[in-house]
Structure formats: C-alpha cells, structure tokens
Nanobody
Framework: QVRLVESGGGLVQPGGSLRLSCEAS????????MGWYRQVPGEQRELVAA???????NYTDSVKGRFTISRDNAKKTVALHMNSLKPEDTAVYYC?????????????WGQGTQVTISS
C-alpha cells in the first residue's frame, strides 16, 4: 500500500517562510512527476509546483520567484520551500506523486496540510 505523508504546515505571518515535506512509502517501483497542489474552500484544487524525476520544474505564475520545489529520488521525498508568503497563499496543500509499476501508473495524494498566512 502506497502512502504519501506530508508535514510542515502551520501559521506564519505575511513575508514569512515555511517548508513543506512529503515522503512516499510502500511498494513503489518508480516515481514520475511529484508535485504540490493547494485548495481553498469553494475553489478547485490548483497546481502550485511540480518536478520530474530528472529535476525539471514547473510553477504556477503566482509563486514564481517565491517558492522552490525539490526532491530526493533515493528517499522518495519532495519538498516545497515557500518564501515571502502572502495571505493569498493560505490553503490546504496536498502532495501528489505519479507512481508506476511497469506499465501500470497511478496518482497518489497526501492527506493535506493547512498553511495559513495571517498577521
């Protein structure tokens, strides 16, 4: 059974920083793209940042220059370093990983971690 476990959310003042971490565990042959999504009540979940196994990254425009995604393939982890946080970054953040076993691929999600930016 595959699990994605997130950590690192919390409450921080505007302009502050947070680091989110996510670790995949279970029977895993390989992991493709890993990413972070966020969702606020009443809105669709949106992609924040993604990273391929080769290290290529993609960010939504609103976080470019402020957030950095990284991963450790050996440890099956992905992290999101968030700087210069704004109140509009407040959301539940979800880790996502595309995991494969040969030709079989499936997306997995973490349980979500709350990030609140407020003074």
């Amino acid at each position: 059974q595959v699990r994605l476990v997130e950590s690192g959310g919390g409450l921080v003042q505007p302009g502050g920083s947070l680091r989110l971490s996510c670790e995949a565990s279970g029977t895993i042959f390989s992991i493709g793209v890993m990413g972070w999504y966020r969702q606020v009540p009443g809105e669709q979940r949106e992609l924040v940042a993604a990273i391929t196994s080769g290290g290529n990254t993609n960010y939504t425009d609103s976080v470019k220059g402020r957030f950095t995604i990284s991963r450790d393939n050996a440890k099956k982890t992905v992290a999101l370093h968030m700087n210069s946080l704004k109140p509009e970054d407040t959301a539940v953040y979800y880790c996502n990983a595309n995991i494969s076993w040969g030709i079989i691929k499936r997306d997995y999600w973490g349980q979500g971690t709350q990030v609140t930016i407020s003074s």
